[in-house]
């Protein structure tokens, strides 16, 4: 298969067929906890994009010319993990100096992309699918886009429900749990479609 077809086909793939979050559960904390509000699940998701899509890409560069070379292949969960660290950090002070509100409005959850499973999750799948560079790329990318999608749909029905009438047994948590599995049971209709 042509390498650019394939990334392409990875791309819309992880963006629907293979939802890092409605078909591999990932990430789901800060998905359910921020999710409240249209604007800072925005900007958690565009964070999210912008972290996903380039760490894939920084930890395909660091696992194939470095750790590889070195016989330290073992070593590539504490040396991801220090990477997207490090590049969390450096979004985190982009915001701060762009968006004062913003920072204020994701709070906790900016620091905790750190620590997001869905990240570490796209670049341990890289690995282990054995994508090339733009290929991986183009994974963190679609990832990230699937993951942007999932949040602004859910921030988009939290805030309709505000207005609707959910049974007691169901508020809060509850009913947010029922959307995302009815959401991922949308997501599992484009199966077959695509699949890598």
Not at 71 to 96: D, K, S
Not at 111 to 124: E, F, K, Y
Not at 132 to 142: A, C, D, I, T, V
Request: charged letters at 10%; aromatic letters at 12%; a positive charge.
């Amino acid at each position: 298969m042509d390498t650019g077809f394939a990334a392409v086909a990875i791309f819309f793939a992880a963006i629907f067929t293979n939802n890092i979050l409605l078909t591999n559960y990932l990430g789901m904390c800060s998905f359910l906890s921020v999710s409240r509000e249209i604007k800072t699940s925005l900007g958690l998701g565009a964070a999210v994009i912008f972290v996903m899509a380039s760490t894939s890409f920084l930890n395909y560069i660091v696992y194939h010319f470095v750790l590889i070379p070195l016989g330290l292949e073992a070593l590539r969960f504490i040396v991801f993990i220090i990477v997207i660290a490090a590049f969390v950090q450096l979004v985190e002070m982009v915001i701060e100096r762009v968006s004062e509100t913003l920072y204020a409005a994701l709070g906790i959850f900016l620091p905790l992309i750190t620590v997001n499973c869905a990240i570490l999750g796209v670049s341990l799948f890289m690995v282990i699918r054995e994508y090339g560079m733009l290929q991986s790329f183009m994974y963190g990318l679609g990832s990230g886009i699937g993951w942007f999608l999932a949040i602004m749909a859910m921030a988009g029905i939290r805030q309709r429900l505000k207005k609707a009438q959910v049974p007691k047994g169901l508020e809060g948590a509850g009913i947010t749990l029922v959307i995302t599995g009815m959401m991922a049971l949308a997501f599992m209709g484009f199966s077959g479609m695509i699949s890598v």
